[in-house]
């Protein structure tokens, strides 16, 4: 679950870092670890006392090795953002523990800071009250925040002593399984002026005092299997840090067995590997998030940390998106799935007056079907800026079953209607308040019903066009919009397909009934449920791809035809009364019982027409590239010229007609 989300955000750069060791011994004999990227895990053969069946296969599945590993987490700066920073750490508190690593590590700036020491003891209350929610022990490292002090009365070391009184010590070490893990403080104040301020290079030089500790500590840890720092400054990076780095660089070198190095500060992600030492630094949990690019690393992230005795394993997962499976009932998915598809509901239509001028205000209702809370914001917008709202957008939380309601004033000055006109729409952003976490709704544009009837004129179409589909896009005619009555009926269109899929409908309605045009593989298929069973007519030949061509099907109450370019290819005798059904006809793909889109056509549609009656007799004829409504006759005509917002110009008289599914656009030939 974690490595899709990763993966989805762009952030598998972190996650497949791994270091291993190596036979490059240094000066102190021990081995040198040097960061890797895709080794697969060690395995061992099956085993009896390991393995069991009862079937009998000549594959061998390996088996893991039984040796113990571990997890850590990585805290970024929660501060230098908003105040609600503090529930995006409570997030990551809520994510963490759903993983239950063996420890969480932070590497500083905990507080806002910058204060005196009321305010400060307030913050540092709060943060360790969301901590204290772990189900692990957490490492505090301090930083600028932590320790700067702004007000009157100002100690000589500002906020040194209320850190190590509420926080702990500004550095320190301790051993976990094999492992050690070092904390240092890189906010000490100069040792001359006695000044704190990160951005002077000449205060980066670690103390003497500190640096003494470190080495000893080294020493000490020299056994260990892997060992880590933390502190607040990436030093390493130099600019306005300086060089100090580097003696301390060679002291970590040295020991042999330091494997990586985490910081913070800087609120975005780097890595900076550096003589088999992985040194990190991390994003925010909380802290001021500028999401210059959240996928490459500006974002509310934590890193988790996998130990094993030859490697390590990287991984950033953003906040708020580890997902706990046990809240995940059949019943919440199927509340969410639901609410999902829940629509909202209009007091009336939008319709024009006679100058094309529209004010109207228009209630907007929306349920909450869950037993849940609901969050949501409902934006009115328009692609045509001619189009004016009040208000903007409005906001609501919504209880287990309860109704929201909010109106909209919408307004459209006098004027043409041309290429460029476009409807009202609604969009809607939700979310499903769990227990654990917020379950985000896709997003939803709904149209404001409109009395397309109203519209005393077709828009003036600025040049030809036709209908660009994706493979993943159609359009859908409702069962209303396309009502075809029993008897003679022919259905056309030109299409030019960019490529074919092993099903691919054209345009249709079936689902064990009604009619529709099949191009799987490129052959035009042309289908009607008669009676118990389908009449379908084939051609013997694929249309090519990347070329325009005609197909039609006719059924003239006696058989059922297929022309293909104006050439009758196929025919079969075929009488009684369509099986009717109350689904969409598609453009662009067949239709499921559900309603959707299925099978797509990946290429161009044009001049699609339903006509009551036999259009096409005889063995040939000569297709109309532009085709036009037959009077009494015409159920539904596009050329797809013009389009009304989300919705086609039917040319058969019904104007704006059919709703988007996916992205399909008018473009040029």
């Given at each position: 679950?974690v490595?899709?989300?990763?993966?989805?955000?762009?952030?598998?750069?972190?996650?497949?870092?791994?270091?291993?060791?190596?036979?490059?011994?240094?000066?102190?004999?021990?081995d040198?670890h040097?960061h890797?990227?895709?080794?697969?895990?060690?395995?061992?053969?099956?085993?009896?006392?390991?393995?069991?069946?009862?079937?009998?296969?000549?594959?061998?599945?390996?088996?893991?090795?039984?040796?113990?590993?571990?997890?850590?987490?990585?805290?970024?700066?929660?501060?230098?953002?908003?105040v609600?920073?503090?529930?995006?750490?409570?997030?990551?508190?809520?994510?963490?523990?759903?993983?239950?690593?063996?420890?969480?590590?932070?590497?500083?700036?905990?507080?806002?800071?910058?204060?005196?020491?009321?305010?400060?003891?307030?913050?540092?209350?709060?943060?360790?009250?969301?901590?204290?929610?772990?189900?692990?022990?957490?490492?505090?490292?301090?930083?600028?925040?932590?320790?700067?002090?702004?007000?009157?009365?100002?100690p000589?070391?500002?906020?040194?002593?209320?850190?190590?009184?509420?926080?702990?010590?500004?550095?320190?070490?301790?051993?976990?399984?094999?492992?050690w893990?070092?904390?240092?403080?890189?906010?000490?104040?100069?040792?001359?002026?006695?000044?704190?301020?990160?951005?002077?290079?000449?205060n980066?030089v670690?103390?003497?005092?500190?640096?003494?500790?470190?080495?000893?500590?080294?020493?000490?840890?020299?056994?260990a299997?892997h060992?880590?720092?933390?502190?607040?400054?990436?030093?390493?990076?130099?600019?306005?840090?300086?060089?100090?780095?580097?003696?301390?660089?060679?002291?970590?070198?040295?020991?042999g067995?330091?494997?990586?190095?985490?910081?913070?500060?800087?609120?975005?992600?780097r890595?900076?590997?550096?003589?088999?030492?992985?040194?990190?630094?991390?994003?925010?949990?909380g802290?001021?998030?500028?999401?210059?690019?959240?996928?490459?690393?500006?974002a509310?992230?934590?890193?988790?940390?996998?130990?094993?005795?030859?490697?390590?394993a990287?991984?950033?997962?953003?906040?708020?998106?580890?997902?706990?499976v046990?809240?995940?009932?059949?019943?919440?998915?199927?509340?969410?799935?639901?609410?999902?598809?829940?629509?909202?509901?209009?007091?009336?239509?939008?319709?024009?007056?006679?100058?094309?001028?529209?004010?109207?205000?228009?209630?907007?209702?929306?349920?909450?079907?869950?037993?849940?809370?609901?969050?949501?914001?409902?934006?009115?917008?328009?692609d045509?800026?001619?189009?004016?709202?009040?208000?903007?957008?409005?906001?609501?939380?919504?209880?287990?079953?309860?109704?929201?309601?909010?109106a909209?004033?919408?307004?459209?000055?006098?004027?043409?209607?041309?290429?460029?006109?476009?409807?009202?729409?609604?969009?809607?952003e939700?979310?499903?308040?769990?227990?654990?976490?917020?379950?985000?709704?896709?997003?939803?544009?709904?149209?404001?019903?409109?009395?397309?009837?109203?519209?005393?004129?077709?828009?003036?179409?600025?040049?030809e066009?036709?209908?660009?589909?994706?493979?993943?896009?159609?359009?859908?005619?409702?069962?209303?919009?396309?009502?075809?009555?029993?008897?003679?009926?022919?259905?056309?269109?030109?299409?030019?397909?960019?490529?074919?899929?092993?099903?691919?409908?054209?345009?249709?309605?079936?689902?064990?009934?009604?009619?529709?045009?099949?191009?799987?593989?490129?052959?035009?298929?042309?289908?009607?449920?008669?009676?118990?069973?389908?009449?379908?007519?084939?051609?013997?030949?694929?249309?090519?791809?990347?070329?325009?061509?005609?197909?039609?099907?006719?059924f003239?109450?006696?058989?059922?035809?297929?022309?293909?370019d104006?050439e009758?290819?196929?025919?079969?005798?075929?009488?009684?009364?369509?099986?009717?059904?109350?689904?969409?006809?598609?453009?662009?793909?067949?239709?499921?019982?559900a309603?959707?889109?299925?099978?797509?056509?990946?290429?161009?549609?044009?001049?699609?027409?339903?006509?009551?009656g036999?259009v096409?007799?005889?063995?040939?004829?000569?297709?109309?590239?532009?085709?036009?409504?037959?009077?009494?006759?015409?159920?539904?005509?596009?050329?797809?010229?013009?389009?009304?917002?989300?919705?086609?110009?039917?040319?058969a008289?019904?104007?704006?007609?059919?709703?988007?599914?996916?992205?399909?656009?008018?473009?040029m030939?």
């Open positions: 679950m490595g899709g989300l990763l993966a989805a955000l762009g952030l598998g750069f972190a996650a497949s870092a791994q270091t291993v060791t190596t036979n490059v011994v240094d000066n102190i004999g021990h040198r040097r890797h990227y895709g080794s697969k895990l060690p395995t061992e053969p099956a085993s009896p006392s390991r393995f069991v069946t009862s079937r009998s296969s000549n594959v061998m599945l390996p088996l893991p090795q039984e040796k113990d590993a571990f997890t850590f987490a990585v805290f970024g700066d929660r501060t230098g953002g908003p609600e920073g503090v529930s995006v750490l409570a997030d990551a508190v809520r994510d963490v523990n759903l993983i239950e690593p063996d420890l969480v590590m932070t590497v500083g700036d905990l507080v806002n800071g910058y204060n005196a020491r009321a305010a400060w003891l307030e913050q540092a209350t709060e943060f360790k009250s969301i901590m204290e929610e772990l189900r692990c022990p957490w490492f505090p490292v301090a930083g600028n925040h932590d320790v700067y002090w702004r007000g009157p009365d100002r000589a070391d500002e906020h040194d002593g209320n850190y190590e009184m509420h926080f702990g010590p500004l550095w320190y070490a301790f051993s976990h399984k094999r492992c893990f070092i904390v240092l403080y890189s906010d000490e104040s100069h040792p001359v002026t006695g000044e704190k301020n990160f951005s002077k290079p000449e980066h670690m103390s003497e005092a500190q640096f003494g500790w470190l080495k000893e500590t080294l020493v000490k840890a020299r056994g299997e060992v880590f720092v933390f502190l607040h400054h990436p030093r390493w990076t130099g600019g306005s840090y300086g060089d100090s780095w580097d003696r301390v660089h060679r002291e970590l070198v040295a020991a067995n330091v494997t990586a190095v985490f910081a913070g500060h800087i609120h975005r992600m890595y900076d590997p550096k003589d088999g030492i992985e040194y990190v630094t991390l994003a925010t949990v802290g001021g998030q500028s999401e210059t690019v959240p996928s490459a690393g500006w509310h992230e934590f890193h988790l940390v996998t130990v094993r005795k030859d490697r390590i990287l991984s950033a997962i953003p906040v708020g998106e580890v997902m706990d046990r809240e995940i009932t059949g019943d919440f998915a199927a509340q969410c799935a639901a609410q999902a598809q829940s629509r909202f509901a209009f007091d009336g239509t939008i319709a024009f007056g006679s100058d094309g001028a529209v004010k109207r205000k228009v209630q907007v209702s929306y349920t909450n079907l869950t037993t849940h809370p609901v969050e949501l914001t409902v934006t009115p917008d328009s045509d800026a001619r189009w004016l709202f009040g208000p903007d957008h409005d906001h609501g939380r919504l209880a287990p079953g309860e109704v929201w309601s909010g909209f004033e919408v307004v459209r000055p006098s004027g043409a209607f041309d290429a460029g006109l476009r409807m009202p729409v609604v969009m809607l939700a979310h499903v308040v769990g227990g654990g976490r917020r379950y985000v709704l896709p997003e939803r544009t709904i149209e404001f019903p409109v009395d397309y009837q109203t519209i005393p004129m077709p828009p003036v179409p600025a040049r066009q036709v209908l660009a589909l994706d493979g993943k896009s159609a359009v859908l005619l409702d069962p209303a919009e396309v009502a075809l009555p029993q008897g003679a009926f022919t259905l056309e269109t030109w299409f030019r397909a960019d490529e074919y899929g092993d099903r691919t409908g054209l345009v249709g309605k079936m689902e064990m009934s009604e009619y529709g045009i099949f191009v799987t593989g490129g052959v035009p298929q042309f289908s009607v449920f008669l009676g118990d069973a389908y009449v379908v007519v084939k051609s013997d030949k694929p249309v090519p791809v990347g070329r325009w061509s005609h197909v039609a099907g006719v003239d109450g006696e058989e059922v035809r297929l022309y293909v104006g009758q290819v196929g025919r079969k005798p075929g009488t009684g009364s369509r099986k009717l059904n109350k689904l969409p006809l598609v453009l662009g793909a067949d239709v499921t019982s309603g959707d889109a299925t099978s797509h056509f990946r290429g161009q549609l044009d001049a699609t027409r339903l006509t009551r036999a096409y007799t005889g063995e040939r004829f000569s297709p109309a590239r532009r085709l036009t409504a037959v009077p009494g006759a015409t159920v539904f005509l596009s050329n797809y010229d013009a389009t009304l917002g989300r919705k086609l110009w039917d040319e008289g019904r104007r704006g007609v059919g709703r988007y599914a996916g992205k399909p656009i008018l473009v030939p």
